[in-house]
């Protein structure tokens, strides 16, 4: 292979992340698998705490009652040691309120 062959770092990286490409092309076949297999760990280890934060925060979401408009605003509010969902919105001209133990 000659160098018309060598793959070239995206140009759409961010500069400081493409010298690092760069410079890791002047590396050797086995340092380049290490930091390939680091790289893949990364990526696997970065997409899973991705997937359980969205996961963590869509359990942290209360689910609206029946009754409560979608719009309402939510507040979690503790009382004697138990959370509860306090939601509240305007109906016309009045707010209205309604508490959820959590």
Do not use: C
Not at 35 to 59: I, Q
């Amino acid at each position: 292979m000659d160098d018309s062959d060598r793959p070239a770092p995206p140009n759409d990286l961010d500069p400081e992340l493409r010298a690092v490409l760069e410079a890791l092309g002047e590396e050797d076949a086995e340092t380049l698998q290490t930091v390939a297999s680091y790289v893949d760990d990364l990526a696997t280890w970065a997409e899973s705490s991705a997937d359980h934060e969205s996961a963590s925060s869509a359990d942290d979401e209360p689910s609206f009652p029946a009754d409560v408009p979608d719009r309402a605003s939510v507040t979690i509010t503790e009382i004697g040691g138990t959370e509860y969902y306090y939601y509240q919105w305007r109906d016309g001209d009045e707010i209205r309120s309604k508490t959820k133990r959590r």
